[in-house]
């Protein structure tokens, strides 16, 4: 199946730094990603979609100034947590659509877990 | 129904045996859905797949059961494994973003 990467997988950052995720998709071209967060035992909540070369859509309630999205390639999308807090401590996941033949099935990246002191 | 957000339902079965999970969704404008398994501290992984269109569908040792009179979605597992211990998580897609539900965690008792 297709392959979406992370990184970095875990990242430990003091409050008020800010932290960049990357989420790639290796083997196809992702015209599409998506961005989740969750919390322990929870499921998966999504925070905003991006389309390579415009503006991500941001879900209701999140923030678009504190987690900024770049989609600025086919493969490459990145999440910036901007002035992390103790409560942006979650799991991130990224998840990528692409391809031909109107498949709608989302590949998901391993997850980066963010620890924020 | 499933919330998104509430703490996980647990399963607990025996080794060897038929595990089903179930889940209800909520948007009847939904055609396509999906449940993930996801492993501790791993990211969704594709299991199987069922378009509206269609009330069952087997993959190798699971089943997608569809009731959409009801907007139900099981996932039966055949033979459950050790291997199979995850929380499963059922997904649905309503035009273009895929939303999950609550999730199930399976435990697999040897």
């Known amino acids: 199946g297709a392959v979406v990467s992370q990184h970095p997988s875990r990242v430990i950052c003091k409050s008020g730094t800010s932290v960049k995720i990357e989420c790639r998709s290796l083997?196809?071209?992702?015209?599409?990603m998506f961005w989740y967060r969750q919390f322990p035992k929870q499921s998966l909540m999504l925070m905003a979609t991006?389309?390579?070369?415009?503006?991500?859509?941001?879900e209701q309630g999140v923030e678009k100034d504190k987690f900024l999205i770049n989609h600025a390639s086919l493969t490459l999308s990145t999440l910036t947590v901007t002035s992390a807090h103790p409560e942006d401590s979650s799991f991130y996941i990224c998840?990528?659509?692409?391809?031909?033949?109107?498949?709608?099935?989302?590949?998901f990246g391993p997850g980066t877990r963010l620890l924020v002191l | 129904g499933e919330s998104v957000g509430l703490h996980l339902p647990t399963l607990s079965v025996q080794e060897g045996d038929n595990s089903i999970i179930n889940c209800a969704y909520s948007?009847?404008?939904?055609?396509?859905f999906i449940w993930y398994k996801q492993e501790s501290g791993k990211g969704p992984q594709f299991i199987i797949d069922?378009?509206?269109?269609?009330d069952k569908r087997q993959g190798q040792r699971v089943t997608v059961l569809l009731n959409k009179t009801v907007k139900h979605l099981s996932l039966q597992i055949a033979a459950t494994q050790p291997g199979d211990s995850a929380v499963y998580f059922c997904?649905?897609?309503?035009?273009?973003?895929?939303?999950f539900g609550a999730g199930t965690r399976l435990f697999v008792k040897a």
């Open positions: 998840s990528a659509r692409g391809g031909s033949g109107g498949r709608q099935t989302q590949y």
């Open positions: 083997d196809f071209q992702a015209t599409t």
């Open positions: 991006s389309n390579e070369g415009s503006k991500a859509t941001y």
């Open positions: 948007n009847s404008a939904s055609d396509y």
């Open positions: 069922i378009r509206s269109n269609m």
């Open positions: 997904a649905e897609t309503g035009g273009f973003k895929t939303i």
